[in-house]
């Protein structure tokens, strides 16, 4: 499992490859990640209240084999953005 940091930029702005920032999804706390080749994908995953992503993450670029278990470093923290 790898731990992905929170993004240092904030909404609207590019995302940093490898990092994630909080989203709303139908109503549903999630995140958008970006990839470590800067692909950027909607997680429609479950996230537990410490940040663990299941099931594993797969990148939305088909070019692109990234494929990982990972836990969102900062999520517990995010929960009022």
Not at 10 to 26: D, I, L, N, S
Not at 59 to 73: I, M, N, Q, R
């Amino acid at each position: 499992m790898i731990t992905i940091p929170r993004s240092p930029v904030g909404p609207g702005q590019p995302m940093p490859a490898g990092t994630w920032q909080p989203a709303t999804f139908e109503g549903q706390r999630t995140a958008t990640l970006a990839c470590p080749s800067g692909h950027l994908g909607l997680l429609n995953h479950e996230i537990s209240e410490t940040g663990v992503v299941s099931p594993s993450v797969v990148c939305p670029d088909g070019s692109c084999d990234w494929h990982e278990h990972v836990k969102l470093d900062g999520w517990a923290s995010a929960a009022g953005y």
